[in-house]
């Protein structure tokens, strides 16, 4: 199953994103893939505020992950753009969050394609300036 949103502000990315938080199950794995300053973490903080966690989220480049337990489901917030070598994941227990009881969320998870579990929500987000600074083509796709 596949679903095309467009928003055009961040205030409309960020509440996609919370939709998609309400909705989201234990182990659920989500993968969002898109350029630098695409809104990935505006995307990101309305999928945390979806699931309950109030305080502010922010990506976790240089700690991999961030675990946030105060909403209704762990969330695991990933940021792999630095990974140097997919044993880094390894060593953080990778399986632990993405087989869990919480709900997976894999920013720039193009980098780790060969241990993604094959059930997972593919995320993808775009920009096209010919159609607005705040334009974003938001392709939610279901992965089996």
Known sequence: MSRIVETNSPEETFALGEELGRQAEAG????????????????TQGVARGL????????????????????????YHFDVYRIGDIEEMDEIGYEDYFYGDGVSFIEWANLIQDILPEKRT???????LEKGFDYRKITIEELE
């Open 122 to 128: 593919r995320i993808q987000i775009e920009k096209d």
């Open 52 to 75: 309950g966690i109030e305080e502010p989220v922010s990506s976790p480049t240089f700690t991999i992950v961030q675990v946030y337990e105060e909403g209704r489901l762990p969330f």
């Open 28 to 43: 659920d794995v989500y993968t969002l893939i898109g350029d630098l300053g695409v809104g990935k973490t505006v995307f």
